[in-house]
């Protein structure tokens, strides 16, 4: 399971080995929003050199723009996996594999009206293996200023996502660099809403994400206790008298696994899953 994900800019290659070892689960060099367009064509230089004996997950333009046409152009090579911005339809995907010329994992962003009414479809992809929201640019283009505004699209994407056979969604990035406690509240909402894990800006926003998404110790004895109260059967009665039941041996696996992933991460601060 991937918790964490940080974003690089491409047009800093002095900041792509500080972030492989940063203790990301992922890495995203970005070609896109963090890289001015006069900046793009030297940014493309210095991923596709270090990608040549590193890996990492690129962030490429939009649809439809000449930025992306040669993003694909400079990608060709490798195997890498792509982040598609603004992606409205799975003909979107279609002709990134075509340009490409080769298969390709992609992780589709969902930034405009068009592209949150195509969730589902885009979802189910055979090359998509992941989609995500983009909010910043999504409030844009619908126009909205207040979070709650949000929580609908949110949900439904967690539910294509599903539907799809996918695994849950990450969350958006935290913009507010200053604002640690802000950041661990909304991860901990995101986990609750079905969200997995969030992509960062900054690797000192990473243990407040695992350590907002890591389970309590409690949450953990629960799921414990709810898989050993069923065991092989449908219905059970917990020590503490409460009565468990198939429908909750899924929550009770992911909460487990969750907890294994978080563990692994080596970025949870101490005593965080107290």
Not at 142 to 170: F, N, S
Request: charged share 25%; proline share 6%.
């Amino acid at each position: 399971m991937i918790l964490t994900a940080l974003y690089v800019p491409g047009d800093r290659p002095e900041r792509f080995d500080q972030a492989a070892a940063s203790g990301a689960d992922r890495v995203i060099l970005d070609l896109e929003d963090a890289v001015a367009p006069d900046d793009r064509p030297a940014a493309r230089e210095a991923v596709v050199a270090w990608l040549r004996s590193n890996d990492a997950e690129v962030r490429v333009n939009a649809p439809g723009t000449d930025d992306l046409a040669a993003d694909l152009r400079a990608l060709r090579f490798g195997r890498q996996a792509i982040r598609l911005p603004k992606v409205e339809s799975p003909s979107d995907v279609d002709a990134v594999i075509a340009a490409l010329g080769r298969p390709v994992a992609v992780c589709a962003l969902i930034e405009t009206a068009r592209g949150v009414e195509a969730a589902y479809d885009i979802a189910r992809h055979p090359a998509v293996t992941a989609i995500a929201l983009g909010e910043a640019d999504l409030r844009s283009d619908l126009g909205i200023a207040a979070d709650e505004a949000l929580q609908w699209i949110r949900t439904r994407i967690v539910v294509a996502a599903r539907a799809a056979g996918l695994a849950p969604p990450m969350q958006s990035v935290w913009t507010q660099l200053d604002d640690e406690a802000g950041l661990e509240t909304s991860c901990r909402a995101g986990r609750a809403w079905g969200f997995r894990g969030r992509t960062a800006i900054h690797p000192r926003q990473l243990p407040v994400i695992v350590e907002a998404y890591r389970p309590t110790r409690a949450e953990v004895a629960h799921a414990r206790a709810v898989l050993t109260a069923l065991g092989g059967t449908a219905v059970s009665v917990l020590p503490s008298g409460g009565m468990v039941d198939e429908a909750m041996r899924g929550a009770a696996e992911q909460t487990i696994a969750l907890d294994a992933a978080a563990a692994s991460s080596g970025r949870t601060r101490p005593g965080a899953s107290g």
